[in-house]
């Protein structure tokens, strides 16, 4: 073996296989470009940014690890998300959720505090 090989199989790698997904349109209603990424909780992105924050609650985007995507001021996207996975604990990012994602009483604080905060959502 040398050191930092990798041994890659035959066959391709599908990520996030058997997870939740759901899509959703999203604005970026401000003034500057907003960039999100990959295990960011999308809930919790830019207030300026509107989209159905309720269905984007424990949802991240559906993208590779370490990547992320640009939103241009303006422009409307589709983007695709995915349920976070592991002990389902979401603390920090924006200060909304810090809880347990599959928790009723926490997604209901965590949508007060968006409200109270004026995060922009259109709650399709």
Do not use: W
């Amino acid at each position: 073996m040398i050191p930092g090989e990798y041994f890659i199989r035959n066959g391709s790698i599908k990520c996030n296989a058997g997870r939740k997904t759901i899509k959703l349109t999203v604005v970026n209603t401000g003034d500057r470009p907003v960039q999100v990424g990959s295990h960011f909780h999308f809930f919790e992105i830019n207030k300026q940014m509107d989209f159905d924050r309720k269905k984007a609650f424990g949802m991240r985007l559906n993208i590779v690890a370490g990547t992320a995507v640009r939103f241009e001021p303006g422009e409307e996207n589709e983007v695709e998300l995915v349920g976070f996975g592991g002990k389902k604990k979401i603390v920090g990012f924006n200060n909304l959720t810090n809880g347990k994602i599959n928790s009723a009483s926490c997604k209901s604080k965590a949508l007060i505090k968006s409200y109270l905060h004026r995060f922009k959502t259109n709650n399709e």
